[in-house]
C-alpha cells in the first residue's frame, strides 16, 4: 500500500467502508456549518439528524453505490446490491417522508394550538416542523455522495 501526503493511502487504495465513513462525517459537518450560518449561531444537535439539507441516507448510499462500482466494475455481484438498495432506501425516503410531514404538520398544529407559550412549546415545535425533509435534500445528498466517492476511489482500469 502506497503511501501518500500525511502517511494516508493512495486515492485508489482507500477502503470502500472508510470513504462512506468520512462521506457521512463530511456530509454532517457541511450540515452543521450550513445550519449554523442560517440561524446564526452553532447548532450541533443538527449533526445526530438524518434528515436536512444534504440528506445523510441519500450521501451515505450514493457514496457507496459510486465506490463499489469504482472498484468492482458495473456488472459485479456488489453493484447490483448496492444499486438495488440505494434506489429502495432513496425511493421511501422521498415517498415516506411526505407521509411523515403530514403527519407532523398535523401534530404540529396541535401542539402550536394546546401547550402555551415558551421555550417548550417552541422545542416540540421545532422537532415537529413538517418542512424538516425535502427531495432537494435527497437530491444533494446523492450528488455529494457521488462526488465524494469519485474524490477518494480510483476507477480499475
Not at 454532517?28 to 450550513?34: F, G, N
Not at 447548532?43 to 462500482?69: D, E, K, R
Not at 453493484?79 to 425516503?93: E, N, P, R
Not at 407532523?104 to 417552541?122: F, H, K, N, Q
Request: aromatic letters at 8%.
Amino acid at each position: 500500500m502506497a503511501a501518500g501526503p500525511l502517511n494516508l493511502p493512495a486515492s485508489g487504495e482507500w477502503p470502500i467502508w472508510s470513504v462512506v465513513a468520512l462521506c457521512c462525517v463530511f456530509a454532517q459537518i457541511l450540515k452543521v456549518v450550513m445550519y449554523s450560518i442560517t440561524g446564526k449561531k452553532l447548532s450541533f444537535a443538527i449533526a445526530a439528524q438524518g434528515h436536512g439539507l444534504p440528506s445523510l441516507p441519500a450521501t451515505l448510499l450514493s457514496c457507496l453505490l459510486v465506490s463499489v462500482i469504482a472498484r468492482e466494475g458495473w456488472r459485479s455481484t456488489e453493484a447490483a446490491f448496492a444499486l438495488v438498495f440505494a434506489v429502495i432506501v432513496v425511493h421511501d425516503t422521498v415517498k415516506l417522508s411526505d407521509m411523515a410531514d403530514r403527519q407532523r404538520a398535523v401534530l404540529w398544529r396541535l401542539l402550536a394550538g394546546t401547550i402555551g407559550s415558551g421555550p417548550v412549546r417552541r422545542g416540540m415545535a421545532d422537532a415537529l416542523d413538517p418542512r424538516a425533509h425535502h427531495p432537494f435534500h435527497v437530491v444533494t445528498g446523492l450528488v455529494l455522495g457521488a462526488l465524494f466517492a469519485l474524490a477518494f476511489v480510483s476507477a480499475r482500469h
